[in-house]
């Protein structure tokens, strides 16, 4: 059937359409039942500065009036070598599979109407159709992960002496990963698989197996984290005030590519009315003022039917200001541990503002090599698009863009 791209108005028919496009893409997905959050969400990102003038929306629509895609463009601020530029991030992108060969249309019509683009992806499909259209990728992102307890993981087999040492009676198998009754996929693919892995059929640690191996795992910490060493001390900031500022364009004159996140920009963000509000901040103050900060956030419990995560959204430090960074880590893995998730994320461009994949892996961080996100640019000035398409000008946190919109923190 034959579809075309139109503009989302404030009409009650395109409004309701794309609520029920978002269920029966995600159908599985709790969230995508709650039409007000999204809502809620969207007036949010009309609450940007540059909202009212540069973002968009479009749907794609049959001929019989059913909403079956729709894209948005996004509008933010970036430094490039010392200049403010406007570019836009493709957001929301969604199609229904049976109308998958148009989808093209909606990407199409992004790139008309914008003159630069920076987008996050980690799906094939979708870089592909970015590619196509003329944006470039400037490389990806590294993905670490952080092991807190083994609550998640599934029970190894056990000789029968070590169940009998251990009081152990035989467990059924019964699906060990809080996502073996997922049937949807996550929106832009930024939570873990497209595809739902597959259940597998093996009992959780026991208990009391899962109790000793949790206080091993603290305990390693504990001497990893005293390894590190550092007198800088890490304390729990209320807000975003102006050593933001400060310390924003301290970074900018030396870093070539960065969002502009001064604190106007990291109170919209992260502050009251973002979906991700309320998050902790840690930071590190000096003789220099605001030396470096970390911003982190947990999902409620059943988020896309999972259990508890947590996520590093920003972490920051001035330019080489590794020992800042030193410092935040241990204090970032202690307030996971408090807060009882199982295991947390951390996705960031390795850089001079960021920590170092060495002293992530001596601090018992594993990478994942999959499910990667990739850094995509397109900007019409060709000296500036040289200069974002190398990946080592950027500044960058998983934080900065829209791959983090969509994820619903307590």
């Known amino acids: 059937m034959k579809a075309t791209v139109r503009p989302l108005d404030d009409s009650a028919e395109l409004r309701e359409g794309t609520d029920r496009l978002r269920a029966l893409v995600y159908p599985a997905a709790q969230d995508s039942h709650d039409p007000e959050w999204h809502r809620s969400l969207w007036r949010w990102l009309k609450s940007h500065p540059l909202a009212s003038e540069h973002m968009h929306r479009w749907v794609l629509v049959t001929e019989a009036g059913e909403v079956v895609g729709h894209l948005a463009a996004t509008p933010q601020w970036y430094r490039v070598n010392g200049e403010r530029v406007i570019a836009h991030t493709p957001a929301d992108y969604q199609v229904l599979p049976q109308y998958g060969f148009q989808a093209l249309l909606l990407m199409r019509k992004f790139f008309r109407t914008i003159e630069n683009c920076v987008s996050i992806d980690m ?128 970074v900018a004159a030396k870093v070539p590519v960065m969002p502009e996140k001064n604190a106007e920009f990291l109170r919209w963000r992260y502050g009251p009315g973002s979906p991700q509000h309320p998050v902790t901040i840690l930071g590190v103050r000096g003789r220099e003022g605001l030396l470096g900060y970390a911003v982190l956030g947990v999902t409620i419990e059943g988020f896309f039917d999972r259990l508890r995560d947590a996520y590093v959204l920003d972490l920051m430090t001035l330019p080489g200001r590794h020992d800042v960074a030193r410092a935040l880590l241990p204090e970032v893995v202690s307030h996971f541990r408090r807060s009882e998730v199982p295991l947390f994320r951390y996705r960031f461009l390795e850089s001079p503002t960021s920590p170092r994949r060495s002293d992530l892996l001596k601090l018992g961080f594993f990478p994942r090599k999959g499910r990667r996100n990739r850094l995509l640019v397109k900007f019409a000035d060709p000296g500036v698009h040289k200069t974002a398409r190398d990946i080592n000008n950027w500044s960058y946190s998983i934080g900065d863009g829209e791959a983090t919109f969509w994820v619903r923190l307590s």
């Open 123 to 250: 799906l094939p499909s979708v870089i592909a159709v970015e590619t196509r259209l003329g944006a470039e990728e400037a490389g990806e992102m590294q993905y670490m992960a952080k092991l807190l307890n083994v609550s998640r993981l599934p029970a190894p087999p056990l000789p029968a002496r070590i169940k009998k040492l251990l009081n152990l009676q035989e467990q059924e198998g019964i699906p060990a990963s809080a996502y073996a009754n997922r049937t949807g996929a996550d929106p832009q693919g930024f939570h873990e698989n497209v595809i739902p892995p597959p259940v597998r059929p093996r009992a959780p640690i026991p208990k009391p197996v899962q109790e000793l191996l949790n206080g091993g795992l603290q305990v390693a910490d504990k001497a990893l984290s005293s390894a590190f060493g550092s007198s800088l001390k890490v304390e729990v900031l209320d807000g975003f005030d102006e050593s933001f500022d400060e310390m924003f364009e301290k």
